[in-house]
Nanobody, 122 residues
Framework: QVRLVESGGGLVQAGDSLRLSCAGS????????MGWFRQAPGKEREFVAA????????IYADSVKGRFTISRNNTKNTVFLQMNSLKPEDTAVYFC???????????????WGQGTQVTVSS
C-alpha cells in the first residue's frame, strides 16, 4: 500500500512557475511508476506526466511538453512536477498517482493522492 500527499499548489499569474511535490509512504514507493494527472471543473481527469521507478524514463502529455518536468527522489520517497510558463488552461486540481506501467492511462494507476489546486490567472 502506498499513501500519497501532494503539496505546492497555489494561485499564480500566467507565465509564472510552480513546483508540485508528492510525498509517498510505504515500502513499495520506489518500485512504482509515478504520474501526475489533473482535473479541471467539468472535465475528466487527464494525464500530465509520468516517470519510471529509476527516474530515467518519462512521458508527457503534448499540452505540457517543453513546459513541465517530472522527477523523483527515491531516497526521500518524493516525486515532483516543475511547471513553467503556466497558462490559464493549466488551472486544475493536480493529482499524484502510483502505478506499475509507464503509460498515460489513468486506469493503470492504483494509488492516488487527494490533489492540490493550481490556479493560473490571465
Amino acid at each position: 500500500q502506498v499513501r500519497l500527499v501532494e503539496s505546492g499548489g497555489g494561485l499564480v499569474q500566467a507565465g509564472d512557475s510552480l513546483r508540485l511535490s508528492c510525498a509517498g509512504s510505504g515500502r513499495t514507493f520506489n518500485w512504482n511508476v509515478m504520474g501526475w494527472f489533473r482535473q479541471a471543473p467539468g472535465k475528466e481527469r487527464e494525464f500530465v506526466a509520468a516517470v519510471n521507478p529509476t527516474g530515467f524514463s518519462t512521458i508527457y502529455a503534448d499540452s505540457v511538453k517543453g513546459r513541465f518536468t517530472i522527477s523523483r527522489n527515491n531516497t526521500k520517497n518524493t516525486v515532483f512536477l516543475q511547471m513553467n510558463s503556466l497558462k490559464p488552461e493549466d488551472t486544475a486540481v493536480y493529482f499524484c498517482a502510483g502505478g506499475t506501467v509507464l503509460v498515460a492511462r489513468k486506469d493503470q494507476y492504483y494509488y492516488w493522492g487527494q490533489g492540490t489546486q493550481v490556479t493560473v490567472s490571465s
